[in-house]
């Protein structure tokens, strides 16, 4: 493992105008307002999108006055890395991020055989309150602009772009992003304006142009948010936090379940695929003596009897000191055989970065623990 501390920058009021909140017409406006021609909205619009710049300078086809003037008034890098830390394996990079307020968030980079999947943040903590998640702990802050979703994933993208950037991981540079899962910080469908104009920009052909198909988006069950997700017209992925199958545990693991139990939610998913056609993927994480028992696996079998799905078990990455801790793998791969004999397609999540706190939330929480002592 290593890893690499930078010194968090003051907390100060931002009164730069982070362009990276704006779609192209609002650039264009803003450029058109310092007297500038059409054709240098897209000149800046490419340097931020397809070449990953995160300063003004590197703008080289622009005016140097002009540039001078941007970098006075304005930003491409509204995230300020504080830690970045990589795995043993050299699989897994995860970075620390500050807003501009202070706030800090959590991004994580993962590698596969042919993937290079980006796990990023939707809000500066989370009100969900689920009990396992270190996230929770810290309650919500703030939702994240869209700007700021989107410059987790040109921060990665310039990473990879860029042989010469540290830190030394397993990628084969220059690559590119291949996947993006909305699974880090924060419920995506509680800040879902927000979310969902990033993930324009992130799949517009014009900006970042990831194909929808390769993005997914993971929620706790905000029923009625996943119906007006059917509507959207984008084929982003939706997962679901199910985590137990019936009321009683799954309010006691995600409070929200209150709001929206579990009949309800899957009733919402059942509408959503009836209207998208497209499979939806069930997040369960196992935790040992808690939602594990092989009783649980059949109830959760003939829950989703009927619904086009798969189920995707995750080992818990724990929390220290924590009562939830992870199943198994013996206990696992036994669950996971239960939903399949059953007739629901399972796969185990394949775990990554325990010992860099890789699980959402654990970075910042470990951060904010240091700090104070």
């Keep these: 493992m290593t ?32 007297g500038e021609p059409h054709f240098r909205a897209r000149q800046v619009w490419e340097w931020m999108y397809k070449r990953y710049v995160s300063d003004f300078d ?4 622009l005016p140097k006055a002009l540039r001078t003037k941007l970098a006075d008034i304005a930003t491409v890098a509204p995230l300020t890395l504080v830690t970045e830390v990589v795995s043993r394996d050299r699989d897994t990079f995860k970075a620390l991020f500050q807003l501009p307020d202070g706030q800090t968030i959590e991004a994580v980079l993962m590698l596969y055989d042919e993937r290079r999947t980006l796990c990023i943040s939707s809000q500066a903590g989370c009100a969900m309150g689920c009990t396992f998640c270190a996230t929770a702990q810290g309650g919500l802050a703030r939702n994240l602009t869209p700007g700021e979703i989107v410059a987790q994933v040109l921060y990665f993208a310039r990473y990879l772009a860029d042989p010469a950037l540290p830190p030394d991981t397993a990628a084969e540079r220059p690559t590119t992003v291949t996947n993006i899962v909305l699974m880090g910080m924060g419920e995506p469908l509680h800040n879902y304006a927000n979310v969902w104009k990033a993930l324009r920009r992130l799949t517009d052909v014009d900006a ?12 706790v069950g905000l029923a009625p948010m996943i119906d007006r997700m059917a509507d959207e017209g984008l084929q982003i992925g939706l997962a679901v936090s199910l985590h137990a199958p019936n009321d009683d545990l799954r309010t006691q693991l995600v409070p929200v379940n209150k709001g929206y139990p579990v009949d309800e939610v899957l009733a919402a998913v059942r509408r959503y695929v009836a209207k998208t056609n497209r499979r939806v993927t069930f997040e369960y994480a196992l935790m040992a003596g808690i939602n594990d028992a ?20 995750i080992p818990l990455n724990p929390i220290p000191n924590s009562p939830f801790q992870p199943t198994s793998d013996e206990e696992t791969e036994h669950f996971a055989q239960i939903l399949r004999k059953a007739g629901i397609p399972t796969t185990v999540r394949l775990r990554r970065g325990i010992e860099i706190n890789a699980g959402c939330g654990q970075l910042r929480r470990a951060a904010s623990i240091a700090a104070s002592q």
Excluded: Y
């Design 294 to 313: 092989p009783e649980l696996a059949h109830a959760l079998a003939e829950k989703l009897h009927g619904i086009l799905c798969h189920v995707n078990l």
């Design 58 to 61: 590197a703008m080289s086809n």
């Design 208 to 219: 970042f142009g990831l194909g929808a198909r390769h993005i997914t988006l993971s929620t």
């Design 3 to 34: 890893t690499r501390s930078f010194i968090a920058l003051p907390t100060q009021t931002e009164t730069r105008r982070s362009l990276l909140d704006m779609d192209f017409d609002q650039l264009a406006q803003f450029l058109a307002d310092l």
